[in-house]
């Protein structure tokens, strides 16, 4: 059995601070400022690229993207945007899987 770290106050603000994050970006917004394909941004959002499809058609076939969606276009955006600025220890810690 472990021993969990205890929260104290800047935790509990931290975890309140996370809860409360609505960082998103559109499927469309994400596509008009960075030129990826439809293929490359099903890969981000971990999705097939019908789906994407769906989010940039209209009409019945139209379908809008999830929360985790725009979650992770938004993730993917702030990287691309500030990856210099980004601790390396965090970029292994966010991304243990490169």
């Not at 205890?6 to 998103?24: D, K, M, Q, T, Y």
């Not at 917004?29 to 439809?38: D, H, L, M, P």
């Not at 890969?43 to 076939?61: K, P, S």
Request: glycine fraction near 4%.
């Amino acid at each position: 059995m472990s021993n969990p770290r205890p929260l104290g106050e800047r935790e509990l603000r931290l975890i309140e601070l996370f809860a409360n994050c609505r960082v998103e970006m559109t499927p469309q917004q994400f596509y008009s400022k960075w030129a990826v394909t439809y293929a490359q941004m099903a890969q981000l959002c971990r999705c097939d690229i019908i789906t994407v499809n769906r989010w940039f058609r209209r009409g019945r076939n139209y379908q809008p993207p999830k929360h985790y969606h725009k979650w992770y276009l938004a993730l993917a955006d702030i990287f691309l945007e500030s990856y210099e600025d980004i601790p390396e220890t965090l970029i292994n810690r966010l991304c243990s899987g490169r």
